[in-house]
C-alpha cells in the first residue's frame, strides 16, 4: 500500500502519466436483467408533470438513450454518508463541523458531510459555539471565510471531505464567493429504458365514504349545511388518509438493458488545490490526502455487493474495474489497474495519506469542531419537530 501511495502522491500533483482514477461498474436489478427500477422522479420542464430524466449519450460508440438512476450530486452525498458511517463506527476520523442540539426532547445532530451545502451550508453560517461566538468568528470559521483560491488550506484542516466532493459559499455576501469544484464525481445510469406504468390508487377496508369535510388545527370534521364553519378549510376525507381512491395509471419504473456506474478522480483538479505560503512537501501531501478521502468514500459507498439507490431500485453488483488512466500511447488511451478495491485497502492508504500529511505539517484534530444553532435558527428547528393539525395523504 506504500508504493500505491507514492504513486497517488506523485498523481495528485500531475508529476506522472496518471490523469485520472476511473471506476466502472455494470449492475442488474435483484430481480433479474430486464426487471424493472424506479429512478428518482422530477417535474419535468416540458410538461410540467412527474416524470424521469432521460437523455442522449454515446455508450460503447453507439448513440442511445439513457436515464438518471443516480446523478452526481446523490453519489456523493451516499460517500460522505459512508464516510460519517466509518467515523461513527471508530474505523477513521476525518475532520468535520457538527451542529448539535435538541428540540422537543430529540437529540438533533446536522454535519458538515449531511448539509446540502457541506461547511458552507446556513445551518453553520446560523450557528453559534459554546461561548456564544458566532461560528464564522471562531478560530475555524474565520479560516473557512477567509479562505481563497490560492489558500485552501482552512478546507484542508477543518473540513477536508469538502475539497473532494466540491463547495461554493454562496449563503455569504461576498464579492468573490469560494467555489471549489469537485474532484470526485460519480453518477449511474440505465441505458436504453422503457418506461412502464403502474396503477396506484388506496383501498379502505371499511369503504368510508369519499366526502367532503372540514379541516382545522384541532382536526377534521363533517360540514353542517355544506360549508365549513369560519376560520376552517375543507378537503376531500381521501386526502385525509381514509376513503377510497380508484386506482390511475402513474409511472411504472423503468426497464433497461444495463446499469453503469462511472466514477472519476481528477488529478487535474487535484493538483490545482493551494494551501497558500507552504512546502511542496505539505501541499504534495495535502492533494494526496484528498485523493485518499475520495478513493475511501467511494469503496465504503459501492464496494458493496448490492446496492439500494431507493425504494423499488435495488441493485446487483455484477462487474466492476479500477484503473489508473494514464497518459494515451500512439493514439489509444492508457490503463493500469488501481489495487483499492475493498474498504480496508482504501482505510489503509488513507492512514498512510493522513500520517504523512501530519509529519509535512497539517493539523489534524481528532473530534469535529460542535457548535449550535442560534435563537432564530433554534425556533425553526423546534417548529419543525412540532405536530400541528393534519396533512393531506400522499399518494401510494
Same mark, same amino acid.
Given at each position: 500500500?506504500?508504493?500505491?501511495?507514492?504513486?497517488?502522491?506523485?498523481?495528485?500533483?500531475?508529476?506522472?502519466?496518471?490523469?485520472?482514477?476511473?471506476?466502472?461498474?455494470?449492475?442488474?436489478?435483484?430481480?433479474?436483467?430486464?426487471?424493472?427500477?424506479?429512478?428518482?422522479?422530477?417535474?419535468?420542464?416540458?410538461?410540467?408533470?412527474?416524470?424521469?430524466?432521460?437523455?442522449?449519450?454515446?455508450?460503447?460508440?453507439?448513440?442511445?438513450?439513457?436515464?438518471?438512476?443516480?446523478?452526481?450530486?446523490?453519489?456523493?452525498?451516499?460517500?460522505?454518508?459512508?464516510?460519517?458511517?466509518?467515523?461513527?463506527?471508530?474505523?477513521?476520523?476525518?475532520?468535520?463541523?457538527?451542529?448539535?442540539?435538541?428540540?422537543?426532547?430529540?437529540?438533533?445532530?446536522?454535519?458538515?458531510?449531511?448539509?446540502?451545502?457541506?461547511?458552507?451550508?446556513?445551518?453553520?453560517?446560523? /450557528?453559534?459555539?459554546?461561548?456564544?461566538?458566532?461560528?464564522?468568528?471562531?478560530?475555524? =470559521?474565520?479560516? %473557512?471565510? $477567509? &479562505?481563497? @483560491? *490560492?489558500?485552501?488550506?482552512?478546507?484542508?484542516?477543518?473540513?477536508?471531505?469538502?475539497?473532494?466532493?466540491?463547495?461554493?459559499?454562496?449563503?455569504?455576501?461576498?464579492?468573490?464567493?469560494?467555489?471549489?469544484?469537485?474532484?470526485?464525481?460519480?453518477?449511474?445510469?440505465?441505458?436504453?429504458?422503457?418506461?412502464?406504468?403502474?396503477?396506484?390508487?388506496?383501498?379502505?377496508?371499511?369503504?368510508?365514504?369519499?366526502?367532503?369535510?372540514?379541516?382545522?388545527?384541532?382536526?377534521?370534521?363533517?360540514?353542517?349545511?355544506?360549508?365549513?364553519?369560519?376560520?376552517?378549510?375543507?378537503?376531500?376525507?381521501?386526502?385525509?388518509?381514509?376513503?377510497?381512491?380508484?386506482?390511475?395509471?402513474?409511472?411504472?419504473?423503468?426497464?433497461?438493458?444495463?446499469?453503469?456506474?462511472?466514477?472519476?478522480?481528477?488529478?487535474?483538479?487535484?493538483? /490545482?488545490?493551494?494551501?497558500?505560503?507552504?512546502?511542496?512537501?505539505?501541499?504534495?501531501? =495535502?492533494?494526496? %490526502?484528498? $485523493? &485518499?478521502? @475520495? *478513493?475511501?468514500?467511494?469503496?465504503?459507498?459501492?464496494?458493496?455487493?448490492?446496492?439500494?439507490?431507493?425504494?423499488?431500485?435495488?441493485?446487483?453488483?455484477?462487474?466492476?474495474?479500477?484503473?489508473?488512466?494514464?497518459?494515451?500511447?500512439?493514439?489509444?488511451?492508457?490503463?493500469?489497474?488501481?489495487?483499492?478495491?475493498?474498504?480496508?485497502?482504501?482505510?489503509?492508504?488513507?492512514?498512510?495519506?493522513?500520517?504523512?500529511?501530519?509529519?509535512?505539517?497539517?493539523?489534524?484534530?481528532?473530534?469535529?469542531?460542535?457548535?449550535?444553532?442560534?435563537?432564530?435558527?433554534?425556533?425553526?428547528?423546534?417548529?419543525?419537530?412540532?405536530?400541528?393539525?393534519?396533512?393531506?395523504?400522499?399518494?401510494?
Amino acid at each position: 500500500m506504500k508504493d500505491l501511495y507514492e504513486r497517488l502522491l506523485a498523481a495528485a500533483s500531475l508529476r506522472s502519466a496518471d490523469g485520472a482514477v476511473r471506476v466502472a461498474a455494470e449492475y442488474e436489478p435483484v430481480g433479474g436483467g430486464g426487471t424493472p427500477v424506479f429512478p428518482p422522479t422530477v417535474k419535468l420542464a416540458a410538461t410540467n408533470a412527474a416524470g424521469y430524466l432521460t437523455e442522449p449519450r454515446y455508450v460503447d460508440g453507439e448513440q442511445v438513450e439513457v436515464v438518471l438512476l443516480d446523478q452526481r450530486q446523490s453519489q456523493a452525498n451516499r460517500c460522505e454518508t459512508a464516510l460519517l458511517g466509518a467515523i461513527g463506527r471508530g474505523e477513521v476520523f476525518i475532520p468535520h463541523l457538527a451542529l448539535v442540539t435538541e428540540a422537543e426532547g430529540v437529540p438533533v445532530r446536522v454535519t458538515s458531510l449531511e448539509a446540502p451545502h457541506r461547511s458552507r451550508d446556513a445551518y453553520f453560517r446560523d /450557528a453559534v459555539h459554546s461561548d456564544g461566538q458566532p461560528f464564522d468568528a471562531t478560530g475555524p =470559521g474565520a479560516e %473557512l471565510r $477567509a &479562505a481563497s @483560491a *490560492l489558500d485552501f488550506g482552512a478546507y484542508l484542516r477543518s473540513v477536508p471531505s469538502d475539497l473532494a466532493y466540491g463547495v461554493w459559499d454562496s449563503h455569504r455576501k461576498r464579492r468573490i464567493q469560494v467555489k471549489i469544484p469537485r474532484a470526485y464525481t460519480s453518477e449511474m445510469i440505465g441505458v436504453s429504458p422503457l418506461v412502464g406504468v403502474r396503477a396506484a390508487g388506496r383501498f379502505d377496508q371499511l369503504n368510508l365514504p369519499g366526502e367532503t369535510v372540514e379541516v382545522t388545527e384541532a382536526g377534521w370534521a363533517p360540514m353542517e349545511g355544506g360549508k365549513p364553519a369560519k376560520g376552517a378549510g375543507k378537503a376531500k376525507l381521501s386526502e385525509l388518509g381514509h376513503g377510497m381512491i380508484p386506482p390511475s395509471e402513474g409511472l411504472g419504473g423503468v426497464s433497461v438493458k444495463a446499469v453503469q456506474r462511472n466514477a472519476t478522480l481528477s488529478m487535474a483538479q487535484l493538483a /490545482a488545490l493551494r494551501f497558500g505560503d507552504v512546502s511542496e512537501e505539505f501541499a504534495a501531501a =495535502g492533494r494526496a %490526502l484528498v $485523493a &485518499a478521502i @475520495a *478513493l475511501l468514500g467511494d469503496r465504503l459507498a459501492f464496494a458493496a455487493p448490492a446496492i439500494r439507490l431507493r425504494s423499488g431500485c435495488d441493485l446487483v453488483l455484477v462487474s466492476e474495474r479500477r484503473e489508473w488512466v494514464l497518459r494515451g500511447k500512439d493514439g489509444c488511451p492508457a490503463v493500469e489497474p488501481l489495487e483499492v478495491a475493498t474498504p480496508q485497502d482504501a482505510v489503509a492508504l488513507f492512514e498512510i495519506a493522513v500520517d504523512r500529511a501530519r509529519k509535512a505539517g497539517l493539523e489534524w484534530p481528532d473530534e469535529p469542531f460542535v457548535v449550535h444553532p442560534n435563537a432564530s435558527l433554534q425556533q425553526a428547528i423546534a417548529k419543525s419537530y412540532v405536530v400541528a393539525g393534519i396533512g393531506e395523504a400522499e399518494g401510494e
